[in-house]
């Protein structure tokens, strides 16, 4: 055995047990597990359970666009992007709950979307197939079928349906035989509905669905296909890719993912060229969301402005996709922090209602309709009734988190690409044999996982192991015995050797504490391993509406929450201490069970208060401040609801400044 240290696995081979690319297609390092391979426990678990008993799992119960008349089980009505938001999360969270009551209402679904093909390959609501403007123009809307689709192939890596394949490929050849000027059109404002242009923007979302059915028929004229959409994604909105928040999480994906077709590496390239230059501007906060609530404006790049949850299910879905096409561990990364951050928090704990706006500064969740937001009206207190396209896309979150802890390598072996308490069995080696990996870990909030190979007999595979891009002093053990490597951040650890059942692997990844500053206002946030901290503010709930069974509630702060903070930015660990509390509740995700605080010392700022119900931007640090100083507590980002995580620091003499 000799393990060694890769910026990313190879794509020397191609794995004989998962579908891959086919050439022309670019070979990739890494294959998605099908459906049900990976089973989530511990915590994520629980958040799928939660999710069951919660608003996704019942969501017909009350949304309007469940309704058993919804254009996807036939008739006149709309069925857009509503229903396959939700039903692509709904169909993965059956499967990977088991519940008996969501697999048998999914398959219902399943049943009724293949039904609805017809003659000519289109399936859907029949509303969409040619939708009239008030100028005349006829357009044939596929967005509905790009989002649907990722429900349906997964259908079929879980359950082998026969019928799928000859569904999609009949389909394709429709959309091949649409004429140009109902084939996604470019924007008329004289159509009068805005919904069919959706597509012009979102086009590249049907390239993952067209690679996916020539992985498994060959058709080279799907290729064809898959240029034509390409070739038809509106350009750039102006020097921003797009203004639009869920746009922009999708849109920056395409060149990358066309980039298996082309082999152009500028493709490749303009992908990070849009997202770096988007976060560098707009993404002025922690872990990976920027100011768009809805839309980025010039001048709002304070963390008081919103992101939207269905952006965050994008980027994370665009995520998944990048890191199987590139095989980069930033990825990885990149989905931790939005979704171990962000994503638990859009959420009421009981996960039976959400919010449409999540910000990094944000001490009070309200009814109130006049926020600083881009969008007017409720856009931050919590609601399982409003919120319509992220009240059913969120769905997709912690199922497909769960589904892509895992991927199956090029070489035939396995990855650890997301950390979590799962299990996971897939096909390895030469001869395919069957092997299950259970992992035991407390992450995030630890660094230590603890891996056991199971299978029948010994077998020699591959084992990739992901070093986070703020780990230093990554360490492998097997069976005890510590192996001899220096493996950088941002890298993978592969080990291949013969595994007996029963191996035992065990990786520790030090968490040390570090401080991210932000260059447009000196302000700073703490971050310690794969999360970033928010000043612990105590939540007094209050219910603002629904019923009884489905309650909308407000959030207030119940202490202090205008604290700058008192630290050595060269030294910060000194100022700081941390306080492990040793256990890891089912629901870490709160306020009360956070399982981690970091104990600091600041002052408050009387002068920085809410202005129409937002906090107020942040002044230039460091600032003066004439309080006294107090010990506060910052817990993990992902458990506050309620929070401050870019926080202005305390100083004195003339570099420090009055709050303005």
Known sequence: MQPSVLKKPGTETATSFYCTNRPPLLSGPFAKLPLGSIRPQGWLKHQLDLMANGMTGRLA?????LKPDNGWFGGDSEG??????WFRGFHDLAVLTGNKGLLAESKRWIEAI???QDGDGYFGAQYHKCVVGENGQKICDLWPHMVMLDAVTSHYEHTGDSRVIPLMKRFFQFCRGLPEERFIPKKEERFGDWKPFIQTDRAGDMLPHIYWLYNRTGKTWLLDLATRFYQHIAPPTDEWLDHHIVHFTQRFRYPGNYYIQSKTIWHLAATEYWYSQHLGTWGQQPRGIFGADEQVRPGCTDPRQGFETCGMVEFAKSFYILGRITGQSKYADRCEDIMLNHFPVSMTPDLKALHYLTASNQPQLDASQNHEYYNKGRQICYSPHIYRCCQHNVAMGWPWYAQNLWQATADNGLAAWLYAT????AKVGQEGTEVTVNSETDYPFAGRVTMTVESSYRVTFPLYLRVPHWCRGFRVAINGEQLNIKAE????????RTWSPGSIVTIEMPMEISLTQWPRTGSVTVDRGPLSY?????????????TDEWPEWEV???NPWNYGLIIDRDKPGKSLKVVEKGVVAEQPWTVEDAPIEIKARGKRIPNWRLENETVAELSRSPVKSDEREEQITLIPMGCARLRISCLPTIGEGLEAGDWQ
């Open 556 to 558: 207030f702060p119940a």
């Open 489 to 496: 951040p941002a890298t993978f650890v592969r080990i291949e």
């Open 422 to 425: 799962s299990q996971v069995t």
């Open 114 to 116: 293949i039904a609805s």
């Open 61 to 65: 119960e009350f949304s309007s666009f």
């Open 534 to 546: 928010s000043v612990k503010i105590e939540e007094r709930w209050q219910r603002c509406g629904g």
């Open 80 to 85: 857009w992007e509503e229903q396959p938001y």
